[in-house]
């Protein structure tokens, strides 16, 4: 009874590390970034126009207002998931995106970007454009969905693909009085320099 006893706690241990090795395979699979080719993938800057509508909605508790038609095209060089700050109420992912210069393989190879608490930082030893090209070809975007198939679709995307985004740069305000408000420009930098888009269509391309 006892060698039984320890053959199956023997397979249960060995079936729990295989589930587990399997998780983190797919883990990886999933974060792993895309290899793109060198040259500019989104050469468009995004584009803004006025809001439309203009008459603000309730989302989940939060009043939401259009500032700006917002639309983009760009590469992605960072992806970060939220779940437990205030501002995952609405927004569960953020992206950094570039274009232009900033959606080249060949300058990109130069340059580590990371994101955490809703911030976007790069870091570089060498750099083939000026930090100011960088800084305006680059964003941090908190993004949030307008339906939930959206939000799957932008919860897979990985580093290295391209996405275009539709939709709205938009003011939140909770009834808490808490409130996010979107920049209106690519040539700002820091607090409040990042763009809040209430995205009503996402579509994701390898190449």
């Keep these: 009874m006892d060698d039984?006893?320890?053959?199956?706690?023997?397979?249960?241990?060995?079936?729990?590390?295989?589930?587990?090795?399997?998780?983190?395979?797919?883990?990886?699979?999933?974060g792993r970034p895309h290899a793109q080719p060198a040259g500019v993938l989104a050469p468009e800057d995004p584009?803004?126009?006025?809001?439309?509508?203009?008459a603000p909605w309730t989302f989940r508790n939060h009043r939401i207002t259009p500032l700006a038609r917002f639309e983009v095209r760009a590469r992605v060089l960072g992806?970060?998931?939220y779940r437990f700050d205030r501002a995952a109420e609405l927004s569960p992912v953020d992206l950094a995106l570039g274009w232009g210069p900033m959606s080249?393989?060949?300058?990109?190879?130069?340059?580590?970007?990371t994101q955490r608490d809703r911030w976007f930082f790069w870091s570089a030893v060498r750099?083939?454009?000026?930090?100011?090209?960088?800084?305006?070809?680059?964003a941090n975007m908190h993004l949030i969905p307008a339906t939930a198939a959206v939000e799957r679709r932008l919860l897979a995307v990985k580093p290295g693909q391209l996405v275009t985004l539709r939709g709205q740069l938009v003011r939140a305000d909770g009834q808490d009085g808490w409130h996010w408000v979107?920049?209106?420009t690519r040539t700002d930098t820091g607090d409040g320099s990042c763009e809040?888009?209430?995205?009503?269509?996402?579509?994701?391309?390898?190449?």
């Design 4 to 30: 039984l006893r320890d053959g199956l706690r023997e397979r249960w241990g060995l079936l729990t590390l295989g589930v587990a090795a399997a998780a983190l395979g797919l883990w990886w699979w999933q």
């Design 79 to 81: 992806v970060e998931r």
């Design 196 to 207: 809040v888009v209430w995205v009503e269509s996402a579509a994701i391309a390898d190449r």
């Design 47 to 54: 584009l803004q126009g006025a809001a439309e509508p203009a």
């Design 182 to 184: 979107s920049s209106l």
């Design 104 to 113: 080249d393989s060949r300058v990109l190879q130069d340059i580590r970007v």
């Design 127 to 138: 750099l083939s454009i000026s930090p100011a090209a960088v800084m305006s070809h680059a």
